[in-house]
Nanobody, 124 residues
Framework: QVQLKESGGGSVQTGGSLRLSCIVSGPPLSAYSFGWFRQAEGKAREGVAAIDRDGTPSYSDTIKGRFTLSKDTAANTLYLQMNSLEPGDTAMYYC??????????????????WGQGTQVTVSS
């Protein structure tokens, strides 16, 4: 059983930065693929960044170059460093885990294990 707990959200102004954390309880990070997703009010959940079991990251075109996914295997924790934040990045951010083929990493529908989310608000 995988348990995920996100933290690090908050309110920042345009151009600011935040680092989200996802503490993974249960299996080691190498046992699953993991993804970061977000859901803005009234919109569908979308994939932001993901990493497969081999450690290869994938990013959505929307955030590419601004967000970086990393992991600390000793702490069993994933991070999402978010720079140059824009009001369009405002959303609830979720961490998810599952056994996922690499071409599906950014699809929220294929993940079964989810954290409770952390809110990110970017003001202009």
């Amino acid at each position: 059983q995988v348990q995920l707990k996100e933290s690090g959200g908050g309110s920042v102004q345009t151009g600011g930065s935040l680092r989200l954390s996802c503490i993974v309880s249960g299996p080691p990070l190498s046992a699953y693929s993991f993804g970061w997703f977000r859901q803005a009010e009234g919109k569908a959940r979308e994939g932001v960044a993901a990493i497969d079991r081999d450690g290869t990251p994938s990013y959505s075109d929307t955030i590419k170059g601004r967000f970086t996914l990393s992991k600390d295997t000793a702490a069993n924790t994933l991070y999402l460093q978010m720079n140059s934040l824009e009001p369009g990045d405002t959303a609830m951010y979720y961490c998810a885990a599952d056994h996922v083929e690499w071409w599906k990493l950014l699809r929220p529908s294929v993940y079964n294990y989810w954290g409770q989310g952390t809110q990110v608000t970017v003001s202009s």
